[in-house]
């Protein structure tokens, strides 16, 4: 019997449609000749002493033992046409595919044989050498089960289970199989040899991973299709029926859910070249329903190491070449080398010549050009931000497991390769900026700047490794080749178009299809948005950005739809290039971004739209009062947004404008943080540093006004003012709450009562004053008329002072907010000497707002006089959608 799987998994380049078909008749072929299993002669047990081999067995396929319905077989089976390896398998009759084997690492001749003794499952080689066992067991073996889901299972005398095979997961997992945290998925060498390889799927508390010599290149929270439903930390992976999912202590508890079509067998599997399929099985044939990576070309050695790998979508074969000043690799080794023989990849770290074992001057770096992109820089923060481009190259030249940089010009962010060196993609244009080096030795030549690479295809050809088929694939090639100088042709079409309409301006459907960036939310037209809000004519909201409409979608569902009017990002591929991120952050505490649409200098955001709008209206509006417990929930359910943002999600996003504005409230009341990820489109480009300041007066950290950076913290301290606010059910800093309180304070020596003379009240302070006398009821909005928890206000006003600490790094993080808020983790003391500065700054400082200009260098204006230049953002509302 042969193992076939049509639509995914070869070992070659190419895969052609021709290809395809010959294995489907190929498969066809041999599933006519070989009958499913049920003819077979079906043992459901077995039991000690019993040996089996490929040969003399039971049966001439190798199938020594059937599950009871005959769904699955254990066989000593060989999966290629080359009768060399062979594998204790565990086999999907109707499918022929394997989905575990025991000895994959350790494979077999035909006349090697399986033992079952009381001891557990052994496999020998011809000559009786041990070549893979069970591990020891607690018991001795009564019988070897296999059940009809395909687990082996050996039981003892009292029918328990002393080992499983579904505990010990090859590349595959079945329905009714649980992949837990911790364990991984390991690729196979190739369909045929299945001993493990480069590439791993592994599950960690807050996502599923795929791995390459350690470094991450997907993660299935990123995916399009998944769904983050709540936020249980993750137990386990499972498939099953309808879907993918990751989940909790039980099947109840749903962290990520991908959602499939229902089908009676499916299995997810992890390919031999690194991408992680669902698939289903029905009618004699494989049907894919989920993949991930879903382009080729962000699986990290598609083609070979430091190999230039192009995407040709709408194939999903892409096309591979050398970037400029590399040349393809000899004959039997995939992917390019220096073109100057006389560079080289320098030697990796080992012992002897760990550290500085390179005399820097022999080191060089060989510059890859623009537009060449690296999959790491996606899911690694820079090694520095800040320095040049020397420094950059320093810090790698003497790092020895340090194999190449990639820099970002405009924000000085050095980015490290390290481990093992993968294949480059291309961006077509634009994207971060970021030039590679790679790391050479024995040259005297320095860097070399590149153009973009040439489309090299005769350098591809020749690292052809030609696997099967010569005809089918030669046909494959022209085709693909056509296909690519369709594709060629078309990008330089639109670039020389963008060119001579003068950048942006020159909108097409064409631009935006020229890049390809994976995530990338739904696209809407803009005609469609003008008939969804009759012409923008219903506007529920304005700020920095722009204006908020409300609409309604052709499927009925009703939208918020943000002009953005104020951009400061520069091109429609950065756009989109945080589109995608935004996009792609899934979690209920979060707005969701339904889609985008870019229309001339226009950027519109769509949001789903929420009912109760924002957390400012009904807290401080005049409706009906917010009760205490509606409150706690606001609090703790926005607090497990902003964790999510700043560490749950691939890009951690530093939200920069948190308020009662940008919280909204859906039918339930449940707390939903918008606008995350907007004030990147502001910045000159991705990075962690800002130079002009972006929050709102009110919620501003004291960092906005010194020089130490911006960081999550930042998003803490606002967090603590929104949850002072909910406690009193008032604005922190109300508008007759004038900045003559810092006169006061500097007459008072540097002291003053929040609740002073001039009947002002300064509630932040107040909190601190109660907090200090512990009369925390006397903080609480009196519209509730005592209707709270005391426990509860005390704990939120403590949260809330520990959140507004004056230095950042004292601020607890968000996942550590989440769990004091939750009781998870005990509430430590404020420290009040970190809460001073209260004191002294006052309203002045929280409702003045204060400029940094893009120079860095301070300026106070005088209060109230902020409607010029940067100030403009900063003090208006960035409302969200309502
Ligand atoms: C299996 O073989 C071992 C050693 O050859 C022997 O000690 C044992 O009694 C046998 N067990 C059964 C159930 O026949
Ligand atoms: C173990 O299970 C099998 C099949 O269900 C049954 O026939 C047998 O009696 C059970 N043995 C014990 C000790 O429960
Ligand atoms: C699949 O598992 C999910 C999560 O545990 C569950 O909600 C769903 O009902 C299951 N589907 C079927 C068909 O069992
Ligand atoms: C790069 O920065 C370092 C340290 O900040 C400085 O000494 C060096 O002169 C700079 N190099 C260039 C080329 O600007
Ligand atoms: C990097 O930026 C500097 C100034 O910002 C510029 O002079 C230089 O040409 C840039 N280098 C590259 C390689 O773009």
């Known amino acids: 019997?042969?193992?076939?799987?049509?639509?995914?998994?070869?070992?070659?380049?190419?895969?052609?449609?021709?290809?395809?078909?010959?294995?489907?008749?190929?498969?066809?072929?041999?599933?006519?000749?070989?009958?499913?299993?049920?003819?077979?002669?079906?043992?459901?047990?077995?039991?000690?002493?019993?040996?089996?081999?490929?040969?003399?067995?039971?049966?001439?396929?190798?199938?020594?033992?059937?599950?009871?319905?005959?769904?699955?077989?254990?066989?000593?089976?060989?999966?290629?046409?080359?009768?060399t390896n062979f594998y204790l398998c565990i086999i999907h009759m109707a499918s022929n595919a394997i989905i575990w084997s025991a000895n994959r690492d350790t494979p077999i001749s035909s006349s090697g044989i399986m033992n079952l003794t009381t001891k557990g499952i052994t496999v020998s080689d011809q000559y009786g050498n041990l070549r893979w066992s069970t591990p020891p067991l607690q018991s001795s073996v009564y019988a070897l089960l296999l059940t009809e889901m395909g687990n082996l299972v050996l039981l003892d005398h009292s029918n328990s289970s002393l080992w499983e095979s579904f505990h010990y997961p090859t590349d595959t997992i079945v329905i009714g199989q649980h992949l837990p945290v911790g364990m991984y998925l390991s690729s196979a060498a190739s369909d045929y040899n299945l001993s493990s390889s480069i590439y791993n799927f592994t599950i960690s508390t807050s996502d599923a991973l795929l791995q390459w010599y350690g470094q991450t290149y997907w993660k299935l929270s990123m995916d399009?299709?998944?769904?983050?439903?709540?936020?249980?930390?993750?137990?386990?992976?499972?498939?099953?029926?309808?879907?993918?999912?990751?989940?909790?202590?039980?099947?109840?508890?749903?962290?990520?859910?991908?959602?499939?079509?229902?089908?009676?067998?499916?299995?997810?599997?992890?390919?031999?070249?690194?991408?992680?399929?669902?698939?289903?099985?029905?009618?004699?044939?494989?049907?894919?329903?989920?993949?991930?990576?879903?382009?080729?070309?962000?699986?990290?050695?598609?083609?070979?190491?430091?190999?230039?790998?192009?995407?040709?979508?709408?194939?999903?074969?892409?096309?591979?070449?050398?970037?400029?000043?590399?040349?393809?690799?000899?004959?039997?080794?995939?992917?390019?080398?220096?073109?100057?023989?006389?560079?080289?990849?320098?030697?990796?770290?080992?012992?002897?010549?760990?550290?500085?074992?390179?005399?820097?001057?022999?080191?060089?770096?060989?510059?890859?050009?623009?537009?060449?992109?690296?999959?790491?820089?996606?899911?690694?923060?820079?090694?520095?931000?800040?320095?040049?481009?020397?420094?950059?190259?320093?810090?790698?030249?003497?790092?020895?497991?340090?194999?190449?940089?990639?820099?970002?010009?405009?924000?000085?962010?050095?980015?490290?390769?390290?481990?093992?060196?993968?294949?480059?993609?291309?961006?077509?244009?634009?994207?971060?900026?970021?030039?590679?080096?790679?790391?050479?030795?024995?040259?005297?030549?320095?860097?070399?700047?590149?153009?973009?690479?040439?489309?090299?295809?005769?350098?591809?050809?020749?690292?052809?490794?030609?696997?099967?088929?010569?005809?089918?694939?030669?046909?494959?090639?022209?085709?693909?080749?056509?296909?690519?100088?369709?594709?060629?042709?078309?990008w330089k079409l639109s670039k020389t178009k963008e060119i001579k309409l003068g950048g942006f301006n020159s909108q097409s459907s064409e631009d935006l299809d020229a890049f390809y960036i994976p995530g990338l939310p739904k696209r809407f037209d803009y005609e469609e948005l003008e008939v969804a809000t009759d012409k923008f004519s219903t506007q529920i909201g304005s700020g920095g950005f722009g204006s908020v409409y409300k609409g309604t979608l052709s499927d009925k569902s009703v939208v918020a739809i943000k002009k953005i009017t104020n951009l400061g990002i520069q091109g429609r591929k950065e756009f989109c290039t945080e589109i995608a991120v935004i996009g792609n952050v899934?979690?209920?505490?979060?707005?969701?971004?339904?889609?985008?649409?870019?229309?001339?200098?226009?950027?519109?955001?769509?949001?789903?739209?929420?009912?109760?709008?924002?957390?400012?209206?009904?807290?401080?509006?005049?409706?009906?009062?917010?009760?205490?417990?509606?409150?706690?929930?606001?609090?703790?359910?926005?607090?497990?947004?902003?964790?999510?943002?700043?560490?749950?999600?691939?890009?951690?996003?530093?939200?920069?404008?948190?308020?009662?504005?940008?919280?909204?409230?859906?039918?339930?009341?449940?707390?939903?943080?918008?606008?995350?990820?907007?004030?990147?489109?502001?910045?000159?480009?991705?990075?962690?540093?800002?130079?002009?300041?972006?929050?709102?007066?009110?919620?501003?950290?004291?960092?906005?006004?010194?020089t130490s950076a911006i960081s999550e913290k930042t998003d803490v301290y606002s967090f603590g003012m929104v949850l002072l606010e909910l406690v009193s059910g008032r604005k922190n800093c109300s508008l007759q709450s004038q900045s003559h309180s810092i006169e006061d304070s500097d007459s008072g020596g540097g002291h003053f009562l929040s609740s002073s003379r001039s009947g002002l009240v300064y509630y932040p302070l107040f909190a601190l004053e109660m907090h200090e006398q512990g009369k925390y009821l006397e903080l609480v909005d009196p519209r509730l008329e005592g209707r709270v928890t005391r426990e509860e206000v005390e704990k939120l006003v403590h949260v809330a002072l520990c959140c507004l600490y004056e230095e950042p790094a004292l601020r607890p993080n968000m996942i550590s907010v989440v769990g004091m808020l939750e009781g998870g983790i005990p509430l430590g003391q404020p420290r009040t000497e970190s809460l001073n500065f209260l004191r002294f700054y006052g309203c002045r400082f929280t409702e003045a707002s204060t400029i940094m200009d893009p120079n860095g260098s301070l300026s106070y204006p005088q209060a109230n006089s902020l409607q010029t230049g940067f100030s403009y953002i900063s003090s208006q509302q960035i409302s969200g959608p309502r």
């Open 1 to 83: 019997m042969l193992f076939m799987k049509p639509s995914t998994n070869f070992s070659s380049f190419f895969i052609s449609s021709n290809l395809y078909m010959g294995y489907c008749l190929l498969f066809l072929t041999i599933f006519l000749v070989f009958p499913p299993a049920s003819s077979l002669s079906s043992l459901e047990y077995i039991y000690p002493n019993f040996t089996a081999s490929e040969f003399q067995h039971i049966d001439s396929s190798g199938v020594f033992l059937s599950s009871r319905n005959g769904t699955f077989a254990a066989a000593i089976f060989n999966p290629g046409a080359l009768k």
């Open 224 to 490: 399009t299709k998944a769904f983050i439903i709540s936020n249980y930390v993750v137990k386990y992976m499972a498939i099953n029926r309808t879907g993918l999912f990751l989940l909790g202590h039980d099947a109840s508890e749903i962290f990520i859910q991908v959602s499939l079509p229902p089908a009676d067998f499916r299995i997810g599997k992890l390919g031999p070249l690194g991408r992680f399929t669902v698939q289903s099985f029905s009618d004699a044939q494989w049907e894919q329903e989920f993949s991930g990576p879903d382009s080729s070309c962000r699986t990290p050695s598609i083609c070979g190491q430091m190999g230039l790998c192009t995407d040709n979508s709408p194939s999903i074969t892409p096309i591979c070449s050398c970037p400029s000043g590399f040349q393809a690799g000899s004959q039997n080794m995939s992917g390019c080398v220096p073109s100057d023989d006389s560079q080289s990849l320098p030697l990796a770290c080992n012992s002897t010549n760990n550290g500085s074992q390179l005399n820097s001057s022999i080191v060089s770096f060989l510059g890859l050009g623009y537009g060449i992109d690296y999959f790491s820089n996606d899911f690694s923060q820079p090694l520095k931000y800040g320095v040049n481009l020397t420094v950059c190259q320093d810090l790698c030249s003497g790092d020895c497991s340090c194999l190449g940089i990639f820099y970002g010009n405009s924000s000085g962010s050095c980015y490290m390769l390290e481990n093992e060196l993968g294949s480059f993609t291309s961006r077509n244009s634009g994207g971060m900026n970021l030039l590679g080096y790679i790391k050479v030795s024995g040259s005297n030549t320095t860097t070399n700047d590149n153009g973009p690479p040439p489309n090299s295809s005769s350098n591809h050809k020749k690292r052809l490794r030609v696997v099967v088929l010569v005809l089918l694939l030669s046909t494959s090639i022209l085709l693909l080749v056509a296909l690519g100088l369709l594709i060629w042709m078309r």
């Open 586 to 706: 899934h979690h209920v505490n979060l707005v969701r971004l339904k889609g985008f649409c870019v229309h001339g200098r226009q950027r519109l955001l769509v949001y789903e739209y929420m009912n109760h709008g924002s957390l400012d209206r009904t807290l401080f509006g005049s409706g009906p009062v917010l009760e205490w417990q509606e409150r706690f929930d606001v609090a703790l359910g926005s607090a497990r947004g902003l964790a999510y943002l700043h560490s749950g999600c691939e890009h951690k996003i530093i939200h920069c404008d948190v308020k009662p504005e940008n919280i909204l409230l859906d039918d339930h009341l449940q707390a939903k943080i918008s606008d995350f990820g907007l004030s990147k489109l502001l910045s000159p480009e991705q990075s962690g540093l800002f130079t002009t300041m972006r929050g709102t007066r009110g919620y501003l950290a004291p960092e906005w006004l010194t």
